[in-house]
């Protein structure tokens, strides 16, 4: 499943061919991935491997579990049901906070990212879509200026864009639009540095991402 490696670059090149087999479908969603066993396929040491893990579950791309070992992300109804139920506290929160916080030049990347967001909306691909849509909302968790509450939603939400990257890979264009455009009012309420409507705004469209999700799970079921 990998080729061996050089040590040059070791570990962002294993984790960008781990990445990629996640993401390939090769390794499957839940599947345990063991560090001996990947250090012997890739010919690198302990050290390289974890190190690249590391990288991996700060990307939300896989979960380590105490005492169990290291798996790919896996996720229920249930479980993504959670990290709205976070979302709608800290970042409804981080989204005033960015409001209140953000400089010119954020804002201008925040709209540019907006704008990448819509463009792999209209051409219909869910993966670059997922990715300018994660890229989005780390762009506002950066505005805050809280390390604090940014290494928090990184902990708790990039795990739900890492299995959307995984397994939703079919999205309705017409949802993926609709997930887009709902980015333009918050965006607009945060370059106003209007804190209480840019708060205002997330939560209500928190929801409409929320049912865009549970739409693509019942449509997964229905073709499994």
Known sequence: MFEKLTPNTLRGRIAQQIRGAILSGKLKEGERLVERKLAIAFGASLTAVREALIELEAEGFILKKINL??????????????????????????VGEA??????????????AYLQMLDAARTRDPRAFNREDMNWHLLVWEMTGNQY????????????????AIRITALDPLSLLRDATGHLP????????????AQQTFTTTLEDWLEITRSEFAHRLQTV
Do not use: C, W
């Open 99 to 112: 409001a209140r916080n953000g400089t010119p030049e954020q804002l201008e990347k925040l709209e540019s």
């Open 186 to 197: 918050l965006l607009e309420a945060i370059k106003a540095h209007d804190a209480t409507r």
């Open 149 to 164: 509450l940014h290494a928090a939603l990184r902990r708790a939400v990039l795990p739900y864009f890492a299995f959307f």
């Open 69 to 94: 070992g290291t798996y790919v992300t896996e996720m229920s109804l249930e479980d993504v049901a959670k990290v709205f139920q976070v979302r709608r506290v800290l970042e409804a929160f981080a």
